[in-house]
């Protein structure tokens, strides 16, 4: 055979194969399914509503999801919650008020750090009125929000080494935990996602 029918072939069988490798690679981008993992390590008020906001829209979006909770993020898998929020050292939060006409309700209260700290009582204050500034706006409470992650069957992985550490017993958390684990097998789940976030 000729040098040229040869070369010919061989140009015509690479971009042959090069059209089905791109077409098959595409087939396989869109029937795969999206990870996302997410660190939790925070379990305040204002805290607990990314996770699971998060956690369960990916859901929704048909994505697999675990959230890991460890250090004070663990205890948003507690059997009861009692979250609070406090503002104090939280230059990113002034607060506006729930009640009263609208151009008090504009307001931004930017509390000295002071202020918030000599105050008895401002963090339960703080707290109360960001739960009425939720439930006036219409958002879900957490609980709420965490029994949807439950049903789309979310992988809830809690901390195992957090519980030993803090002293808590596996009885104060709720049944539906997925997996007690560590740090390893975390990160096994972290490496082989497609989107890995911390809060």
């Known amino acids: 055979m000729p040098n040229d029918v040869a070369g010919s072939n061989t140009e015509s069988l690479n971009r042959w194969f090069d059209e089905r490798f791109a077409l098959k690679m ?3 981008e869109r029937n795969r399914t999206p990870v996302l993992s997410m660190l939790v390590t925070r379990g305040t008020l204002d805290w607990a509503y990314p996770p699971f906001i998060i956690g369960s829209t990916a859901k929704a ?3 697999d999801v675990t959230l890991f909770f460890t250090f ?3 205890g948003l898998l507690k059997k009861k919650l009692d979250l609070k929020i406090s503002p104090l ?3 990113a939060m002034p607060m506006k008020m729930p009640f009263g006409p609208p151009w008090f309700r504009n307001i931004e209260w930017n509390m000295p750090n002071l202020v918030m700290a000599a105050v008895p009582g401002f963090e339960n204050l703080a707290t109360k009125l960001m ?3 939720l439930h006036q706006k ?3 409470p957490v609980e709420e929000l965490r029994e949807i992650c439950i049903e789309t069957e979310v992988n809830l992985m809690a901390c195992q080494m957090t519980v030993d550490l803090f002293g808590w017993k596996k009885d104060d958390f709720i049944p539906q935990i997925s997996e007690w684990a560590g740090a390893a097998t975390f990160l096994t789940v972290a490496r082989a996602s497609d989107v890995c976030l911390y809060t």
Request: cysteine-free; overall charge negative.
């Open 26 to 28: 595409e087939e396989r």
């Open 61 to 63: 979006l048909g994505w």
């Open 72 to 74: 004070y993020g663990l």
């Open 89 to 91: 050292g939280n230059p």
């Open 131 to 133: 739960r009425e500034t």
């Open 138 to 140: 219409g958002v879900a």
